[in-house]
């Protein structure tokens, strides 16, 4: 069983165990480059500069950052605010990094009446309770298990009080996840961490990548899109400028050897996205990118170029192990 996040979106060229600084030159921009994790997703961060101790200090307080929005985002933590929000039904003194993002997954559910919907956890535990089970049917869970996980699935039932700055639950047994969004946000987050202190040529990505300018030759950032049956290889490649780039597939976590059960939901029938579809989104922000792409995937193709213009994102690639199938332009 295959329990773990793969990696969707390639860096096309980029080394494994490159050290953080790379000189090209003196008085040259240089490369800097830092790798790890972010929601236990692979990381990294490539920043050109022209002066070392300013990146360093610019890289450290973007790691910074980076620790202290998972301590609001992470389901694998007892004590964040959505893991707090999940055990008790409320968060009192929701911090406003929480409410932002939460908000932008709202309206994202509202745009696609509810195919892409945060409060979709029920029905994941679900899955995962049955399938880590010692004995479980591999047919997947009971029909009448899966309608009781969508009963406690509504994105219309989490309210937010900014005057009280509270969150909470309408219905008992809710809960939430923000994993599709959250690295969009803390890769948003850490890219205007690190434009402040003055950088602006740098990739990004914490779980999804975002690009700021070109690179010092003036050429654009190259992304590789994952091959669904191989997402060590890249199936195709996307320039982007000034833009973030997300990327969501079934196969990302399978729940059972044969991967006919993922870890992307469908809120209105309770089953599984295909394990080797993938949809990429291309996005002015990360956090957009992020959401835009989960909910692409399970999008019906009639209504498909709607909510990516009513969400703000500018293009997606569907791909499967053949190359890519479709894209489709707001």
Do not use: C
């Not at 165990?17 to 000189?23: A, E, I, K, M, R």
């Not at 990429?280 to 692409?296: E, H, K, N, P």
């Not at 019906?300 to 293009?315: D, E, F, H, M």
């Amino acid at each position: 069983m295959t329990l773990s996040r793969r990696r969707f979106i390639t860096l096309v060229g980029a080394a494994v165990g490159v050290p953080l600084l790379l000189g090209v030159g003196r008085g040259q921009p240089r490369l800097a480059r830092w790798e790890g994790t972010s929601l236990g997703a692979p990381a990294s961060l490539q920043l050109y500069h022209t002066n070392e101790a300013q990146a360093q200090a610019a890289i450290q307080a973007g790691l910074a950052e980076l620790k202290r929005l998972e301590a609001l985002f992470s389901l694998y933590r007892p004590d964040s605010a959505v893991s707090v929000l999940n055990r008790t039904g409320v968060l009192e003194n929701a911090p406003a990094d929480f409410v932002a993002l939460l908000t932008h997954a709202l309206t994202l559910a509202k745009i696609t009446d509810g195919i892409y919907d945060p409060t979709v956890q029920p029905l994941w535990s679900l899955y995962f309770r049955h399938f880590t089970a010692e004995r479980h049917d591999p047919a997947g869970p009971a029909p009448q298990a899966i309608a009781a996980a969508l009963a406690q699935v509504d994105w219309r039932a989490v309210e937010i009080d900014t005057d009280r700055q509270r969150v909470s639950f309408a219905k008992p047994g809710m809960g939430l996840t923000l994993n599709s969004g959250g690295q969009g946000y803390i890769t948003d987050r850490v890219v205007a961490v690190l434009r402040a202190h003055g950088f602006d040529r740098m990739l990004v990505d914490m779980g999804e990548p975002r690009a700021l300018s070109t690179k010092p030759d003036g050429s654009a950032w190259r992304i590789g899109i994952a091959n669904p049956a191989d997402p060590t290889h890249a199936i195709t490649q996307v320039e982007v400028v000034d833009q973030a780039i997300a990327t969501s597939g079934g196969y990302g976590t399978v729940f059972d050897e044969s991967g006919q059960f993922t870890h992307i939901l469908d809120t209105r029938t309770g089953r599984t996205a295909p394990a080797l579809v993938g949809v990429s989104v291309i996005a002015d922000s990360a956090t957009r990118a992020d959401g835009l792409a989960t909910a692409m995937l399970m999008a019906p193709v009639l209504r498909r170029q709607a909510i990516l213009r009513a969400a703000s994102g500018s293009r997606a690639l569907y791909v499967t192990p053949e190359g890519v199938i479709s894209t489709v332009d707001a």
